[in-house]
């Protein structure tokens, strides 16, 4: 009796822990959701966590999102380059990976990490999704990983995609849960749509989703 008794205080105890570090989640991802900042550099190693492979492994992402040798891609927001070395190897010596971020020591720390793996295609560079410095109609693949959300213009975001983009181009996002800037899939698909972007791949994970979109026009 004594046994059964500890058994079940002890299940009550974890039970209630368990609570409460799932409200403390929930109040903090409301917090920060409401607040809508930018993620920031000093924490970029956050980003790098190797648990986040099991949400998000990076070589089935990219593959989603179709990168292949010889391609011009662009990664909006790439942070610390937890994508960005795997890209840059995906596109080979023929192609390129223009890393686009906003904030400076982001672009500082992916610097350094593709320095150091020698991911000689990919190139970091600060700037903003609403004022992408590229020509039209330049890219063949674009992606963006938990960025979407950070952006307080996203028409104009996506509008930009949409005028850098070749016709027939692929378009690809991850988000997951665990981001307080988190993505809704209908919103980021009626966002796409409005830009005429056709959904082409819809995968769920635990926490996540990717997609992937087709740019107008033929390829
Ligand atoms: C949550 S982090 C995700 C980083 C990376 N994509 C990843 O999955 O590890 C969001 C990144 O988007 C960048 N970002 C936010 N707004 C941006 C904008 N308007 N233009 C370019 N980058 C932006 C931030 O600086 C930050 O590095």
């Known amino acids: 009796m ?21 409200a403390l989640f ?12 930018v993620y920031p550099a000093s924490a970029a190693a956050g980003l790098l966590n190797p648990l ?11 593959e989603r999102f179709r990168l292949g040798q010889g391609d011009t891609a662009l990664e909006v927001g790439p942070g610390p380059g937890y994508f960005s070395i795997e890209a840059s190897s995906m596109v080979g010596p023929t192609g390129r990976v223009l890393c686009l971020d906003l904030q400076p020591g982001m672009a500082a720390i992916l610097r ?8 000689g295609a990919a190139q970091p560079v ?27 213009d996203r028409p104009a975001a996506v509008a930009e995609l949409r005028r850098v983009m070749k016709p027939g181009s ?29 959904l082409l791949e819809r995968r769920n994970g635990l926490l996540g989703y990717t997609m992937t979109f087709r740019a107008p026009g033929p390829p």
Do not use: N
Not at 26 to 37: A, F, Q
Not at 52 to 62: A, E, H, I, S
Not at 112 to 117: F, G
């Open 52 to 62: 986040r492979g099991r949400l998000q492994p990076v070589r089935p992402t990219l």
């Open 112 to 119: 350094e990490r593709l320095r150091e793996a020698r991911a």
């Open 170 to 198: 692929i378009l690809g996002f991850s988000e997951t849960l665990t981001d307080p800037d988190y993505m809704f899939q209908d919103a980021l698909q009626d966002l796409c749509a409005a830009f005429g972007f056709e």
């Open 2 to 22: 004594r046994a059964l008794k500890a058994a079940l205080f002890l299940l009550l105890l974890g039970w209630g822990l368990v609570s409460a570090l799932a």
């Open 126 to 152: 600060v700037g903003d999704a609403t004022h992408l410095p590229l020509a039209d109609g330049s890219v063949d693949r674009a992606f963006l990983v938990a960025v979407l959300g950070e952006v307080p």
């Open 26 to 37: 929930v109040r903090i991802w409301l917090r920060e959701r409401r607040g809508r900042t």
